[in-house]
């Protein structure tokens, strides 16, 4: 299974981004996938979950109503679209097949600076 992170960037606060996770080893069923974040210095935090079959969704206190999780089956990847960032969204994302990251795969990384 890999996991490839990527579309992270520099970008000035009140910014977009719009992450993508192409995944491969296994094609989305009815499984939880996961976006995680660690920011320089800190411990990994979880960011959203979606599950690919009903297309429930959760995000964290720190990014809910500015970020949006979605799938795409055709193209087995995962997407994070993230809105008005924050200097403290800059981080390394990941995407995952657990909450606490520990299958995350390569990940990309999003710098909000003026």
């Known amino acids: 299974v890999q996991l490839v992170a990527s579309g992270g960037g520099l970008v000035q606060p009140g910014g977009s981004l719009r992450l993508s996770c192409a995944v491969s080893g296994f094609t989305f069923s009815r499984d939880w996938m996961y976006w995680v974040r660690q920011a320089p210095g800190k411990g990994l935090e979880w960011v959203s979950s979606i599950n690919t079959g009903t297309g429930n969704r959760y995000y964290s206190d720190s990014v809910r109503g500015r970020f949006t999780v979605s799938r795409d089956y055709a193209k087995n990847t995962l997407y994070l679209e993230m809105n008005s960032l924050k200097p403290e969204d800059t981080a390394l994302y990941y995407c995952?097949?657990?909450?606490?990251?520990?299958?995350r795969g390569q990940g990309t990384q999003v710098t909000v600076s003026s």
């Open positions: 995952a097949r657990d909450q606490g990251g520990n299958s």
